[in-house]
């Protein structure tokens, strides 16, 4: 993730001046069909397998001798997959304009950056700062943080001197969940140390930083008089021992038969996808293979043929309403195949809902 600058040379004269930039990140675990999250996003809803729900907030404190006053801009985007929520501004309005969200975008994607949004007017967010205001945005991360990933880069605007820099990380989430968190690790790259003493002069090139425990699972780093530079945070957890089905089913068997039938890939898609819609609030079979232009059989078979292979039902369904249900060996199923399955689903319409009962209305069989 990263932040853009605006026009401007960097130099003092031309720079921002920030008394105080708070970054949080605060990640919670997800379990069992809790994986599958509901990403809304202005253009579309979508669904997603994710393993943690992470958000970040920028939160930036303007000097009282601040002099610069055009256009700030904050940008977000990443190099994995996964996904990003719209950002949520706290205190103040979005000034940027499609042209600028839309040369943001073009650029983001010849640098290998994956765009956050495809309707171009919230991967950038613009503001005119104000002496002494502080401005503060939000946005949730899906997918891109799962286990063996747990690492993020934060650049820091190389067109603002910022008195102070405080990052905060808030695992405590996990620990109510009974995972094991082990004492995260903070580093500062830097490109420029501001000394109002002895001048300008450069750190080195990288430099771990000491952690003030504010909490139980709850840690916060600081640096001070920089300008420009990344914070590089890590840490890893591991999750309770939980009762799981995945003692009944036969992954490894499914990986085997995986190797030799071609087939099956498609099969377990069609399952991955069943699952994300069953998420978003569709109960029959016969309206998911409708939103995937689909039918029934099709999935049936799918179906069946993975269940054939683990010995255990995956989906409890009707011959004749055709209404289901995701079992735990399905969850598991869910769980191991999501590793590989990297996109989301998106969803165009919430389920029609019947006007008698309040349920999903039953779809025409196909």
């Known amino acids: ?71 700030y801009t904050l940008s977000f985007a990443n190099r ?22 839309r040369r943001f975008y073009e650029h983001a994607a010849k640098a290998g950056f994956k765009a956050s949004y495809d309707d171009f007017t919230n991967a950038v967010v613009c503001f005119t700062p104000k002496k002494g205001q502080t401005y503060t945005v939000e946005c949730d991360v899906y997918k891109w943080l799962d ?16 008195e102070t820099c405080t990052l905060s990380l808030d695992l405590s989430a996990y620990l109510d969940s009974g995972c094991t968190v082990d004492k995260p690790r903070c580093g500062y790259e830097g490109e420029k140390s501001l000394d109002k003493r002895a001048g300008a002069a450069r750190p080195p090139a990288f430099a771990m930083l000491d952690a003030a425990e ?5 840690w916060e780093w600081k640096v001070e008089n920089v300008s420009g530079g990344t914070l590089r945070l890590m840490w890893e957890t591991e999750g309770p021992r939980r009762p799981r089905a995945v003692e009944l089913v036969n992954l490894d068997k499914l990986e085997t038969e995986l190797s030799v039938n071609t087939r ?12 994300h819609f069953y998420a978003a609030g569709f109960r029959s079979l016969n309206q998911i293979a409708q939103e995937m232009t689909s039918y029934r059989s099709i999935l049936n078979r799918s179906l069946e043929s993975i269940e054939k292979s683990i010995g255990t039902e995956l989906i409890s369904r009707t011959k004749g309403k055709g209404l289901i249900l995701v079992s735990p060996a399905g969850e598991a199923v ?6 590989f399955y990297m996109r989301w689903t998106p969803i165009a319409h919430e389920p029609a809902m019947s006007k008698r009962s309040g349920r999903p209305r039953r779809a025409r069989r196909t």
């Open 1 to 71: 993730m990263r932040k853009g600058k605006a026009k401007g040379d960097g130099s003092p004269a031309d720079s921002y001046c920030i008394e105080l930039l708070r970054l949080g990140v605060r990640s919670w675990p997800l379990f069992g069909l809790n994986r599958l999250v509901k990403v809304p996003q202005r253009s579309r809803n979508g669904i997603v397998h994710c393993d943690s729900v992470t958000s970040v907030s920028y939160s930036t404190t303007f000097s009282s001798s601040n002099a610069r006053t055009s256009l």
């Open 80 to 101: 994995f997959p996964g996904v990003q929520s719209e950002p949520r501004l706290v205190n103040f309005v979005n000034e940027a304009t499609e042209a600028t969200a």
């Open 147 to 162: 286990p063996g990933n747990r690492s993020m880069r934060l650049q820091l605007p190389t067109n603002a001197r910022i």
């Open 214 to 218: 504010t909490g139980a699972a709850a």
């Open 264 to 275: 099956l890939a498609q099969d377990l898609h069609n399952f991955v996808r069943i699952c």
């Open 334 to 339: 869910l769980d191991w195949w999501s590793q």
